[in-house]
């Protein structure tokens, strides 16, 4: 079972396309989610960090791609013409009730 999740996540192949050898899909996928609901692969994960920080085989190493990194929409509309001009300083208006 655990094969066959694995297998399905590292190839990013959909669900349908899981190989025979690791039975119905859906019985994968459904054991996939129940274990995910029910806290089974937390726990799992738990007990690795666990093990492997009592090895002192703990290492981290974070890598950000920057390849999702992307920009807003309006970051592409930046003023051509040199700096915009200096506000000007505005006046209140004389509104209802400026006599």
Same mark, same amino acid.
């Not at 297998?7 to 119905?24: A, C, D, I, R, S």
């Given at each position: 079972m655990i094969d066959a999740i694995a @297998?399905?996540?590292?190839?990013?192949?959909?669900?349908? @396309?899981?190989?025979?050898?690791? #039975?119905?899909w859906r019985g994968v996928y459904n054991r996939l989610r129940m274990w995910a609901v029910d806290g089974t692969w937390e726990r799992?994960?738990?007990a690795l960090?666990?093990?492997a920080d009592a090895e002192e085989d703990l290492n981290w190493a974070v890598s950000v791609d920057s390849t999702i990194v992307r920009a807003?929409? @309006?970051a592409a509309g930046a003023r051509k013409k #040199?700096?915009?001009?200096?506000n000007r300083m505005t006046m209140p208006?004389? #509104?209802p009730g400026a006599d």
């Open positions: @297998h399905k996540f590292q190839t990013g192949t959909q669900w349908v @396309h899981l190989p025979e050898k690791y #039975g119905n799992v994960f738990t960090m666990a093990q807003h929409q @309006h #040199g700096p915009r001009p200096a208006s004389a #509104g």
